[in-house]
């Protein structure tokens, strides 16, 4: 039977709006990219929501998005840095795109340094955001005299993750598991240019402003298939064996406006300290 032509646009209308609320987070996926994350995904580990650690996101592998991560984190002054934040004012320094940003976290006092870096922060999520984070990760860079080969960059930065101990990652109270299978290690990557009173020149790096690198990253990564709006806890820690640990809580209630955007003028001043050091921790 031949439906009439009204019958048939209502029809087709019908259908792009489902699949426009169907795909709506991620309208640059691939499809294969958009059936992991309409079904939420199980992460190939039995982890449901967890993309899998061998699966390509916007065209970007887990080990480039780690690359990516080290870019915006790079790319944010110290005073204002996601991972100088114990409260959780500066998580939406830098965000943007389909993909949100989570941060480990740095010793209250860089100068003393302490047994386990410790946050707990509140933030808002964008509905619709895929969530990204690092329970543990380095980056190496020819600009901090890491190598100059991309050899000597990946073993420089994998030797944190060689002694890496003690991984806890936790959605909502449900423990991911298998997180070796997560570590995911970056090719060449650039960051830069530098702000002023970047992470750098906040460990006593010389003459960092405005500089670029060359650079490889490894840790162990989780990506979320969008949360639903509402109210979320993600919990992760890890060790570099002895030498440091971190021990981070986020609550993510999702839903609202762009997130929420620190005030310059009353965050924690940038303070000297050894960038070496730092990089001994996990050498």
């Not at 840095?81 to 500066?90: F, K, R, S, V, W």
């Not at 991984?167 to 990557?189: K, P, Q």
Request: charged share 10%.
């Amino acid at each position: 039977m031949r439906a009439s032509s009204h019958g048939t646009r209502a029809t087709l209308l019908l259908m792009v709006m489902l699949l426009l609320v169907a795909f709506a987070p991620t309208a640059l996926a691939t499809n294969h990219e958009r059936e992991s994350l309409a079904s939420g995904g199980n992460g190939g580990q039995g982890n449901p929501g967890v993309l899998p650690p061998n699966s390509t996101v916007l065209g970007r592998s887990y080990g480039d998005w780690g690359g990516e991560w080290w870019k915006w984190a790079l790319s944010i002054p110290f005073a204002v840095n996601p991972m100088n934040d114990q409260t959780g004012a500066n998580a939406a320094q830098g965000q943007s795109g389909p993909v949100w940003f989570l941060a480990g976290t740095f010793c209250v006092d860089i100068n003393v340094g302490c047994a386990v870096a410790t946050a707990t922060r509140t933030c808002t999520v964008p509905t619709g955001k895929i969530i990204f984070f690092p329970i543990l990760n380095a980056e190496c860079s020819t600009f901090e005299g890491n190598g100059t080969t991309f050899a000597e960059l990946r073993d420089c930065a994998r030797a944190g993750g060689d002694i890496a101990t003690g991984l806890v990652c936790e959605v909502d109270g449900v423990s991911i598991g298998n997180l070796d299978a997560y570590r995911a290690t970056s090719g060449l990557f650039t960051w830069g240019p530098l702000p002023a009173g970047n992470i750098l020149e906040a460990f006593g790096l010389p003459n960092t402003v405005g500089a670029t690198s060359a650079a490889v990253q490894d840790g162990y990564y989780i990506m979320l298939a969008p949360l639903r709006a509402g109210p979320h806890t993600i919990h992760f820690a890890g060790a570099f064996g002895t030498a440091f640990a971190l021990d981070v809580t986020y609550n993510l209630p999702v839903g609202g406006g762009p997130g929420r955007v620190a005030d310059p003028t009353g965050a924690t001043p940038a303070t000297p300290t050894t960038w070496g050091q730092l990089k001994t921790l996990y050498r």
